[in-house]
């Protein structure tokens, strides 16, 4: 569990500088770093004890995790 804290607190670290340097240019950079998304690969693995270390009670959809994302160089 240490290596994958460790490697969110990293993603959000780098979003955090990569906001800061690109806002003078005016674009705005951000990170979704969501928990277990109910996905075709996790499927039904997922047991109950993981479901309930979630705040919402269950684990998230990738209909949540949709959203529009620009990337302009």
Known sequence: ???YVASKHGGVGLT???ALEYAKRG???NAICPGT???RLVGKRVPP???ALHPVGRIGTTDEM???C???M
Do not use: E, F, I
Request: cysteine-free.
């Open 16 to 18: 955090k500088a990569a």
């Open 66 to 68: 949709r959203g529009r």
């Open 27 to 29: 674009l705005r950079v």
């Open 37 to 39: 998304v109910h996905t």
């Open 70 to 72: 620009y990337l302009a």
């Open 1 to 3: 569990m240490p290596a």
């Open 49 to 51: 004890s993981v479901t």
